[in-house]
T-cell receptor
Framework: SQQGEEDPQALSIQEGENATMNCSYKTSINNLQWYRQNSGRGLVHLILIRSNEREKHSGRLRVTLDTSKKSSSLLITASRAADTASYFC???????????FGTGTQLKVEL | EPEVTQTPSHQVTQMGQEVILRCVPISNHLYFYWYRQILGQKVEFLVSFYNNEISEKSEIFDDQFSVERPDGSNFTLKIRSTKLEDSAMYFCASEAGGLAQYFGPGTRLTVL
């Protein structure tokens, strides 16, 4: 798989349910960031987790990082229709801080 | 809350023409980036800029591309002679040094 592959590619849930998205990567990283993108719009930064951290919370978001498995997960609890968007992980492998983005998970939260 | 802004939101140009995409990063940020996203594809890194010089660039960022920080607030991406395959959404991002990159809303470039 390529650096930053999310799964599932698409996820459809009911409002109030939790949504879990996963990201796998191939190289060692300094940090991993999650972004949200509404259709045709810009990227909104959600959360950053450093390579020495295992879990981080921000509001309804919970991110985990397992560097031994080179994977991360994003959990959105009590989802809302407004959470409908594409979610991307992006890794910073060092050397200039450039981010390498994954393919994204399209989340649809239905009323 | 401070945010990255970009202008124009949409640019239509003829193949071979020059375009300049403009960005105003968050004011106390030190690192600046350009990324692009071709429709339906991943966001791709183009170039990073720090201390008034390019710190890293991708293979995409060839001689047709250039970046500049002409004053204390603007950060521009110039494409000298646009090609059809340059059609994409171009995102500017800035970072304070705390590692989180904040993105602008993007400029949709359409090359005809």
């Amino acid at each position: 798989s390529q650096q930053g592959e999310e799964d599932p590619q698409a996820l459809s849930i009911q409002e109030g349910e939790n949504a879990t998205m996963n990201c796998s990567y191939k190289t060692s990283i300094n940090n991993l960031q999650w972004y949200r993108q509404n259709s045709g719009r810009g990227l909104v930064h959600l959360i950053l987790i450093r390579s020495n951290e295992r879990e981080k919370h921000s509001g309804r978001l919970r991110v985990t990082l397992d560097t031994s498995k080179k994977s991360s997960s994003l959990l959105i609890t009590a989802s809302r229709a407004a959470d409908t968007a594409s979610y991307f992980c992006a890794t910073d492998a060092g050397g200039g801080n450039k981010l390498t983005f994954g393919t994204g998970t399209q989340l649809k939260v239905e009323l | 809350e401070p945010e990255v802004t970009q202008t124009p939101s949409h640019q239509v140009t003829q193949m071979g023409q020059e375009v300049i995409l403009r960005c105003v990063p968050i004011s106390n940020h030190l690192y600046f980036y350009w990324y692009r996203q071709i429709l339906g594809q991943k966001v791709e890194f183009l170039v990073s800029f720090y201390n008034n010089e390019i710190s890293e660039k991708s293979e995409i960022f060839d001689d047709q591309f250039s970046v500049e920080r002409p004053d204390g607030s603007n950060f521009t991406l110039k494409i000298r002679s646009t090609k059809l395959e340059d059609s994409a959404m171009y995102f500017c991002a800035s970072e304070a040094g705390g590692l989180a990159q904040y993105f602008g809303p993007g400029t949709r470039l359409t090359v005809l």
